[in-house]
């Protein structure tokens, strides 16, 4: 008994310090944003006090062009989630109700594609998509769907494994086609794994920086993460606008993620029964 009480005390006393490890980056971003350059120079990590301030949000939304830079991201970020969803659930569905060699090895192939880092193929990548003339933000939807389409074919997989096939059987034999089998029948089954997979691919999208910046070469095209670097110059570096620019930048991705997160466990550990 005395054993169980000393592990739930270690177990508490690890959570709270991996809690205030993962928040401390939010506190310094939050604080810091309300404070004005000089306090943010003479204290880090100390609460704004004397040097608070607002007008930090009020400017970087301004300088940020938030509604114009929002548009973009939310527009790149929901056309390449819907796509992902549509393309990968039904390949995921495919692969599984298809029991040969060749879709296992083109499973194992996505499998494998996850372990390629960006960095490697980033810039023949970007060669050829400009030699397409694609460097643009239907060029990023596309390079999207591509990077992305490897982790959610496997989620989806995991996760059809679990859907009974006898129900498909059932819905043929009432009269329904492929198309119709799958989306009248296994799609809404799989609403806990789309939701995952959305809301990963959200806040991969909605935060990258590194794609859009090889991608993207017209202003009026810039999401929001490019933007940000609108605050850091080469002889001058606006802290107090920055972290504004950032809190405002993260909060739609927050606000869904919060919306959203309890449908994440659910569905990948429903994909993983299997």
Known sequence: ??????????????????????????????????????????????????????KNYVEAFIKLNFLKSATNSLLITVTSILLLIVFASMAAWMLVRTKTKLSTIIFLTLSAAMLIPFQAVMLPLVRIMGKLHLLNPGGIIFMYLGFGAPLSVVLYHGFVKSVPAEIEEAAIIDGCNKLEVFWKVVFPLLKP??????????????????????????????????????????????????????????????????????????????????
């Open 1 to 54: 008994m005395v054993e169980k009480k000393t592990n739930k005390v270690a177990l508490g006393i690890i959570g709270i310090f991996s809690a205030a490890v993962f928040l401390a980056p939010f506190y310094l971003a939050l604080i810091n944003s309300l404070k004005t350059q000089k306090g943010f120079l003479l204290d880090v990590i100390g609460l704004p006090g004397k040097y608070f301030t607002f």
């Open 193 to 274: 794994i789309t939701v995952t997979v959305s809301i990963l691919n959200a806040m991969w999208i909605w935060n990258d920086f590194l794609l859009p910046q090889l991608v993207i070469n017209k202003p009026e095209w810039q999401t929001i993460p490019l933007k940000m670097f609108y605050f850091f110059g080469q002889f001058s570096k606006r802290w107090d606008l920055g972290l504004a620019g950032l809190i405002i930048a993260m909060f739609p991705i927050i606000v869904f993620y919060l919306a959203m997160q309890k449908h994440i466990i659910k569905g990948v550990m429903q994909g993983s029964i299997k």
